[in-house]
């Protein structure tokens, strides 16, 4: 094997932004790969020249040779982007694990722990590129034994999401409490509502209920008024979770979507009858067509215009077969 005292033709800025920074190989790897085409260099010898490039080590440098899926710790990963899913994330079932135990640096991950592995997966779906990946383990306090784990590698910039997320109480300890720019987005509320999302029926009225008991009350009180602002008529209840109204829930399904993105979690979405998306009520109907509520009413009572109940004595609601029907009595005269 031949030794040279001189690599500067072999060991160029260039080689160490391509095995160093791209290909994020730590010096011992480098020499490795280096032994194998011939070149005996010591991972110091590699050190001194990279330093003459101003590469040098870093906090995650040592994390390299144990852990070749670390993050670049002087990288940026999280962007704008990416926020509403990492809010969605967090409004729900994920969490934040902080680690200062790394060198210098202060890092986190997102973690989370769920019952279906089809929903730790989606929930880790947006962070592969942070190192997501689903784990099953053994969990004695779960009716099927074991739960999946879903966890991305640490990096400074979780962290950041970590202290914007988990703010000191009066004790000192850091809690999650969403923020005041918290998105409230159509992927967002996805994740939440898949989480800790679910459908309450009563009689004959439907409601979602949010349980969102994990965050102070005023934080909650902040919530419902981030929903109302976009049309989804909801309140908060005395177990502080936020309830979603009978009214509120086309407004709700239609921001979100109306079909599950993970097979586990359909019943969520089935439980709303198509009717809920497409009735119209009494007012809203009388206020369309333009005519007086009380002869329409009167109508609808004596069945000249037909509606649908939900139950024998239930409120009339009106499907466009119906409306359709209506308009027919405006143009003959008899609804006015």
Known sequence: MREQPHYTNLLTEEFFKKYYIDKRMSYPKIREMLLKEGYNIHSGTLYSYAKKFNIGRDSSESRRNWDEKSLDYKKKYIQEDMIEFIDGFLLGDGGIGPNKNIR??????????VEYE?????????????????????AKNMKQGYIFNGNTRHHPDIYQQYL?????????????????????TPNSVMMWYLGDGSVVVKKSSIMVRLSTDGFSKEKVEFLVSKLKGINIQCHLTMENRIMVNAKGVPAFFNFIGRKSPISCYNYKFDQIPSWRFEAKRMIEVVDELGVDYNRFSHLVKHKKIPCFRLSKNGRPRFLSEHISEAKKMLKNGILY
């Not at 089809?118 to 053994?138: Q, T």
């Open 164 to 184: 914007r997320w988990y703010p000191e109480n009066k004790e000192g300890e850091r809690v999650k409490q969403p923020p005041e720019d918290v998105k409230i």
């Open 118 to 138: 089809d929903f730790c997966e989606y929930l880790m779906k947006p962070f592969v590129f942070l190192g997501g990946e689903v784990k099953k383990r053994k």
């Open 104 to 113: 210098t640096q202060i890092v986190a991950r997102f973690r989370c722990g």
